[in-house]
């Protein structure tokens, strides 16, 4: 059975529809890739997930259950954490501050004080400035942060919306980088990304999406040799 179950999704935005029907999977222990163009309906599909957006039809099932109705706490709380698109760092906070929002739901002061030793480690650059304002991190480090922080909940699931939008490319390596390393620590990956090379580069499945429907879907290695994707976007 599939970790994560998404079976004709329909989100509206009022009069407009966003997402038309998309039905996609995730096993556990993948990284799942959804690209396509800008208002295919990426984000729209990863807010409906983790219950910031409530579909007109469809279903979504994780773990057994469906979770379509459930309110967003809830789902973070059952193993599901979402990176948002443009980092959404706390400014005037410090680091370690934003890491420790990332905690809410957790009580448990040994656990939270090992999972700040967890991240310290995969992200050094964090412990460094932990004590700096979030706001004069650079772009690169505040996405590090906002995955440091998405990881202070301890998710099974982490849901990343273009995690490599805005950066330089050294950032942009270093980024796919600890994705790869996040999904062998044991954390399933769903990733949302423009940049459609690097991340059906390191998917193990992906599917894209354009008008709000899935039009296709491989394994990363099949979607990156299909001509149609090269020519649509990985620039012919
Ligand atoms: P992007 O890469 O720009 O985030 P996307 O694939 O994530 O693109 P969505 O942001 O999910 O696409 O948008 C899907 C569709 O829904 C687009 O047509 C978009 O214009 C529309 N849309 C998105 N947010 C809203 C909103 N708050 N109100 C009305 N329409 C919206």
């Known amino acids: 059975m599939a970790m994560l179950s998404v079976d004709n999704l329909a989100v509206n935005y009022g009069v407009i529809t966003a997402v038309k029907g998309v039905s996609f999977e995730i096993n556990e222990g993948e990284i799942v890739s959804l690209i396509g163009a800008n208002g295919a309906g990426k984000t729209t599909i990863l807010k409906t997930i983790s219950g910031l957006l409530k579909p007109v039809s469809g279903t979504i099932t994780y773990e057994g259950k469906q979770i379509q109705k459930e309110k967003a706490p809830k789902i973070v709380a059952q193993g599901i954490s979402q990176v948002p698109e ?20 957790q009580s448990n002061h040994q656990q939270i004080s090992d999972t700040f030793g967890e991240i310290y480690k995969r992200f050094p650059i964090l412990k460094q400035r932990e004590n700096q304002d979030a706001a004069t991190l650079s772009g690169g480090e505040q996405q ?24 330089a490319p050294i950032f942009i390596n270093e980024i796919f980088d600890i994705i790869k390393a996040i999904q062998e620590q044991g954390t399933t990956v769903l990733l949302i990304e423009q940049n459609a090379k690097k991340a059906l580069s390191i998917a193990d499945r992906g599917y894209v999406l354009a008008s ?25």
Do not use: C, W
């Open 86 to 105: 443009g980092r959404h760092i706390f400014p005037g906070l410090t680091v370690k501050e934003n890491l420790q929002m990332g905690a809410f739901l």
């Open 144 to 167: 590090m942060l906002a995955m440091g922080r998405a990881l202070m909940s301890k998710p099974k699931l982490i849901l990343l919306d273009e995690p490599s939008m805005g950066l």
């Open 212 to 236: 709000g429907e899935v039009k296709l879907t491989g394994t990363g290695q099949e979607l990156l040799a299909n001509a149609d994707v090269q020519k649509a976007y990985l620039g012919g």
